[in-house]
């Protein structure tokens, strides 16, 4: 301790005396410190430095006291101080606890009344189905031999609103909440080319699937069946209208299928549409997001479990996909999401392949992964998807036990990425990725979708019918029957505004109250210091003031401690000097001479 205190005093420019001659008490300045004293033949002490002078001024300023020690200081130095104090403890709170993050997790989480719940429950937003028909022109043709393939030209699109919504919603003591998936259809005329009513030479389902379901029948139970089928006048294809082929046409062959086996066939009307949107007896139950925020509204099981029943494996399995209605929250482009829609007879992977800004709001592009649709020649996990060891051509998902036995194949739109067998065995169909591919683009922190759109093909994939003489033509063909679109282009204007405000404008404003509290703070603590620097006490005349009377007393300090060195004479003379006329100049001996005091400035 002596050492740090000896260079304090080298460093300020002290002496000191082991022994005190001076009989006099110095008090250097109104506030007891001492002086810096001036250059002076015989000056036994350096001069100090004035950053000593100035730290001393503050620490003498900081800490007025009064007569009986209480602190001098005013009231506002003390709310600045703590108002500067407030700031920056307020701004270090928001900065650790970020109360935006808080609020928005609060409000992800499905809750009874919550905001993203009801969004959920029944999403205000414009989702429409686009369907286009694959038309026969050459059906004639084809059936009379004069050509081997069939000629397609697409129609369409028929446009339909789908009113989604989740019904009986029941909340799981599990973190779960259970509900019965509700997909309505609104027929829209001004959006659709053509109308429901449009004649069409299209496949007769029927005829085709049940052919194909009993082509390794035994050779009796087949010529009965060829028989029925010429008595009821069944051609394997027919004219009918668009909205009967969507949604259901009546045929001999259903009608008596749904009478001897309506455990297997038990509607009276087939139709592909009216098929693929066929929710009743489903239950879905997903995530609330309570344990795991960013699953909120993934699948945890469909129909009372997490996987299907149609596959095996990996294949089967559906849960954490998202029904599209909102995807995994709190997104990274390194994750990948998984999509279910019971028309798809699956879950399809996707994978991030870009970010894009809409509507304001930042979106993440995600995509199916290529060779989604392979038979496991090329990605060995979708083996699995080859029913009972049969693989169809890459770009076939064989659905059969989804479509009641029908032997129904899923594709991309006119065989987009398929295997190129697929588009030579017919004409008619041009494959290309800005009409056929599907995207996604899914604001990352909310998980909910701004842009969607998810095209997939119903096809007929026949196997070897030709022991019956009316569709012997279409042994192993695959039929293109229709294609969807799926899709909502943009959010409507009040909820793409309401999540600008959520998604942009408050991490904005949180950010900004972090360095306006700190700024705050900080000015209010400078503030203080400054009024406590300028501070005046009572009976202090400011800093000129203060300035005249610490110079004097210097003066004075310097000559009480110079009185045993200099002769009496000088002293006297210099006294007077420094006194007023009317003041009494001493004349006693050097060491009489009285101490000069305050009282004589």
């Not at 002078?53 to 005013?74: C, E, I, M, T, Y």
């Not at 709170?93 to 429950?121: A, M």
């Not at 909102?326 to 994750?335: A, S, T, V, W």
């Not at 990352?444 to 994939?461: E, K, T």
Request: proline letters at 6%; aromatic letters at 12%; glycine letters at 6%.
């Amino acid at each position: 301790m002596k050492e740090v205190i000896g260079f304090w005093d080298r460093f300020t420019g002290r002496r000191y005396s082991a022994v005190n001659t001076n009989s006099c008490p110095v008090s250097d300045t109104l506030d007891g410190t001492e002086p810096d004293y001036p250059p002076s033949p015989g000056n036994h002490r350096s001069l100090r430095r004035k950053s000593s002078v100035v730290v001393n001024q503050f620490f003498n300023a900081a800490l007025p006291v009064h007569s009986d020690g209480r602190p001098s200081w005013p009231k506002s130095i003390f709310v600045l101080m703590t108002l500067g104090l407030l700031g920056i403890a307020s701004g270090c709170l928001v900065l650790v606890f970020q109360p935006y993050d808080i609020l928005f997790k609060l409000k992800v989480t499905f809750s009874e009344g919550g905001e993203i719940f009801e969004l959920w429950r029944s999403p205000p937003v414009d989702l429409y189905l686009k369907v286009y028909l694959f038309n026969v022109t050459n059906s004639e043709q084809f059936l009379n031999g004069e050509e081997d393939k069939l000629r397609f030209n697409q129609v369409g699109p028929y446009v339909y609103k789908e009113l989604m919504e989740h019904g009986n919603v029941t909340f799981n003591e599990n973190g779960t909440v259970t509900s019965i998936p509700l997909h309505p259809l609104k027929y829209i005329p001004e959006m659709s080319n053509g109308t429901e009513e449009d004649l069409l030479m299209l496949p007769n389902i029927a005829l085709l699937s049940i052919t194909n379901v009993m082509r390794d029948s035994n050779y009796l139970t087949q010529l009965a069946l060829d028989m029925l089928i010429s008595q009821s006048g069944s051609k394997p294809l027919v004219k009918m209208t668009a909205k009967e082929f969507m949604f259901g046409y009546e045929s001999t062959l259903v009608t008596l299928g749904n009478k001897v086996m309506p455990s297997w066939i038990k509607f009276d009307r087939l139709g592909l549409i009216d098929r693929m949107y066929d929710f009743e007896g489903d239950i879905e139950t997903v995530y609330t997001g309570e344990t795991d925020v960013s699953k909120a509204g993934l699948i945890d099981t469909y129909n009372h479990g997490a996987d299907l029943p149609h596959w095996t494996g990996s294949c089967a399995n559906v849960q954490g996909a998202s029904d599209g209605t909102k995807f995994r929250g709190y997104l990274k482009p390194n994750q990948t999401l998984h999509f279910f829609r019971k028309s798809l007879c699956r879950s399809v992977e996707m994978h991030y392949t870009g970010t894009k800004t809409i509507k304001g709001l930042e979106a993440f592009e995600y995509k199916f992964v290529e060779n989604e649709l392979d038979n496991g020649a090329v990605n060995p996990k979708n083996k699995c998807f080859c029913r009972k060891g049969r693989c169809l051509p890459r770009g076939l998902v064989d659905v059969t036990d989804c479509y009641y036995g029908f032997p129904i194949a899923l594709s991309y739109p006119h065989f987009y990425q398929s295997d190129p067998s697929l588009l030579s065995s017919v004409e008619g169909l041009t494959p290309n990725q800005k009409d056929h591919e599907s995207f996604f683009y899914i604001q990352p922190l909310s998980g909910l979708p701004v842009d969607l759109a998810f095209r997939y093909q119903i096809n007929m994939a026949l196997q070897d019918i030709s022991s019956y003489s009316s569709v012997e033509k279409f042994k192993d063909l695959v039929l293109p029957l229709l294609w969807f679109e799926i899709g909502m282009h943009e959010l409507p204007k009040p909820i793409n505004d309401r999540f600008l405000l959520y998604l942009n404008v408050l991490p904005m404003v949180q950010e900004v109250a972090i360095y306006v509290l700190f700024l705050i703070g900080i000015l209010f603590l400078i503030w203080s210091v400054v009024k406590i620097l300028f501070h005046q006490p009572k009976g202090y005349g400011g800093p000129a003031q203060w300035l005249d009377n610490e110079m004097q007393r210097k003066r004075l300090s310097f000559l009480n401690e110079r009185r045993s060195s200099v002769k009496p004479k000088e002293l006297e003379t210099y006294y007077s000097s420094l006194l007023s006329p009317t003041d009494n100049v001493p004349t006693a001996p050097q060491e009489d001479l009285p101490c000069l005091t305050e009282e004589h400035i």
